[in-house]
């Protein structure tokens, strides 16, 4: 057997996956290392679970600990593909690559569009190119999947040569909706056809209006801050509300600081950025997060379906989207005019379709791995 590392590296976790390299990859052991830094642990999924504690580890020490834990998995067998998420490709990558020096030196210029995860991201790759110097590194682009949405959805009034600048709605989330809209071709190939809105809500959410497989329109833009509000980023924001910030003193980095670490539900909530806390929780401010979490899902649901021109399927998925049936009815209620209902024992039962109106909701965990993992193999065969 010969093997396929994927890697996704964020700012506190490296999640890996370990495939036998095939056409269609075989899943043979997940985990990730948490918790980056000074304490950090690594927790396995398969092929069993179990957690253990790393102590003090950036991404090379858990990129070791990773491959200590899976030589049992490996048992020798070479890995020939390291597949890496990497959350920003410019204007440049619209498909996954090769990393050579050169593309890596266009995907450094990048980081200051997603200083949240594009350092980490490249870490990774520096991390797994010293550990493997023969395998092929592979980069996948989370913007990649809006490449050629409409120049509307691609583009801010402000003046134009900004446009020319890079200055543009890149979208991200797009290894996700690549895997869902994948599986809508394969099990509900009149869906993939038709006008759909994948929420993707994890820790960072987005959402996207995706006509015949192709996205027409995100909520999240020029970098992975706007749109809906997440575990600890704003979302959309007047403009206004930075030149007050600014005009007060507050410096660049002080306000890039509270709008990717301190805003969102953790901010508004002041008590948490974790949703099944909030839910749990019988304070004021968590029951105002959430209802603002959902305010503004429901709204982009409509501006979004206006956007299709109509609405054939709605997909929940990411953490919350595919565990949370509290959030989903309250997202679904009231929207009969969009043929949309919910299956209460259904939705409960965090099944596949969980909808009672005419427009089919689905649930849908995603995969991004397997969305890297089966590129990986494509660019080694080739
Ligand atoms: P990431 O974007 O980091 O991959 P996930 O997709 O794992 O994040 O989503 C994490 C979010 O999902 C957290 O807010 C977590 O509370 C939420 N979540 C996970 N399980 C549940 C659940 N059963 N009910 C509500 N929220 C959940």
Request: glycine share 12%; charged share 20%; hydrophobic share 45%.
């Amino acid at each position: 057997m010969s093997a396929i590392l994927t890697l996704n590296a964020g700012s506190s976790s490296l999640k890996f996956a370990v495939y036998e390299a095939a056409d269609e990859p075989v899943l043979r052991m997940t985990g990730q290392v948490e918790n980056l830094g000074p304490a950090a642990r690594m927790v396995l999924k398969l092929p069993e679970q179990n957690e253990r504690e790393l102590g003090a580890a950036d991404h090379a020490v858990a990129l070791r600990a990773i491959l200590a834990a899976a030589e049992p998995v490996l048992g020798g067998h070479l890995v020939r593909g390291v597949g890496h998420r990497i959350v920003h490709g410019g204007t440049a990558f619209a498909e996954p690559i090769v990393l050579n020096d050169d593309a890596l030196a266009q995907l450094n210029a990048l980081v200051p569009l997603a200083p949240l995860h594009q350092p980490h991201n490249l870490a990774a790759v520096a991390a797994a190119g010293d550990a493997f110097p023969d395998a092929v590194q592979v980069g996948c682009f989370d913007t990649a999947f809006h490449h050629g949405h409409p120049f509307v959805n691609d583009t801010f009034a402000i003046p134009r040569r900004f446009y020319q600048e890079g200055v543009r709605r890149y979208g991200f989330h797009g290894l996700s909706y690549d895997y869902l809209t994948g599986r809508l071709r394969a099990d509900w190939p009149h869906l993939a056809a038709g006008r759909v809105v994948i929420a993707h809500l994890g820790n960072g959410a987005s959402m996207c209006a995706i006509r015949n497989g192709r996205s027409v329109a995100s909520t999240m833009g020029f970098t992975a801050l706007d749109g809906l509000p997440m575990g600890t980023r704003s979302g959309q924001l007047d403009p206004g509300v930075l030149l007050y910030l600014l005009d007060r003193g507050m410096t660049p980095p002080e306000l890039a600081n509270m709008l990717y670490r301190d805003s969102g539900l953790k901010g508004l909530s002041g008590i948490s950025h974790d949703m099944r806390t909030l839910l749990a929780s019988d304070a004021e401010e968590a029951r105002q997060a959430i209802d603002y979490y959902v305010f503004r899902i429901r709204r982009e649901l409509g501006g979004l379906s206006a956007v299709l021109g109509g609405l054939d399927g709605l997909v929940f998925s990411g953490g919350i989207g595919e565990n949370s049936d509290e959030i989903r009815a309250r997202v679904l209620e009231g929207m009969e005019f969009l043929g949309l209902g919910v299956n209460g024992p259904a939705n409960a039962a965090n099944e596949t379709r969980i909808g009672a109106g005419r427009t089919p909701v689905l649930v849908i965990p995603t995969d991004e791995e397997r969305v890297i993992a089966r590129a990986t193999a494509r660019l080694l065969a080739g």
